[in-house]
């Protein structure tokens, strides 16, 4: 896990700019997803293609947010990526062909592969039978035509989205930004979420505290839910 946060100058910043850090003071339980991305093998795995090593170091904070949602009656939503390949040519072909090395390219082919060991979620964690699952083919889950997401959103009535996962600077701030232009209160969960280096990750929640949501803790996410469960 990242022992980083946003700058204080960038805290400065926000407060000059709107009077007050974070965004929501209380969040309806009910209408509230935790929307946790990219938390599978192809990622955590040690040696995977993608792997990104402190993926691994969130998974209790995300568990434990997880099952507090589900306890408060909000959902619980695991964003996996995949990619299909036919005559020799992926869904994504511009990302393969120029965003991977050539020596790496087939070993992602394959841990992309719908329903393969690539996109299983990561055995430390505890997904339950509440929870949805959808699956993207982009960045951004909330591209137009890379997932259901957005669907599923609206047929749950959903206006709060958490996110978690990773890479907190690529999958999921691609997802926060579209969240938020679309009109969704968004709160990146900065302990729930991990990137390539602590930088990155800062850099990611920077931005969105900026522009696009709010950033919160686990511990901060559970007591805004609360907080409006109990006004209720």
Known sequence: MHDVTVRQEIVDRVLARRGRYHLYDSLDPGATAFVVIDMQNMFCEPGAPAEVPASRGICDNIDRLAEEV?????????VTSAATFANGKSDWESFIRNFVAEEVQERTI?????GGHGEQVWHELEPDERDLFVRKNRYSALTPGASMLQTVLASHRIRNVLIG?????????STARDAMQLDYRVVMVEDCNAALSDDEHRAALENVIQQFGDVMTADEAVAALRKRRNEQ
Do not use: Y
């Open 110 to 114: 394959e841990a992309m592969k719908p």
């Open 165 to 173: 996962g990773t890479k907190t600077n690529i999958c999921c701030e």
């Open 70 to 78: 589900r306890s408060l009656g909000g959902l619980v939503i695991w």
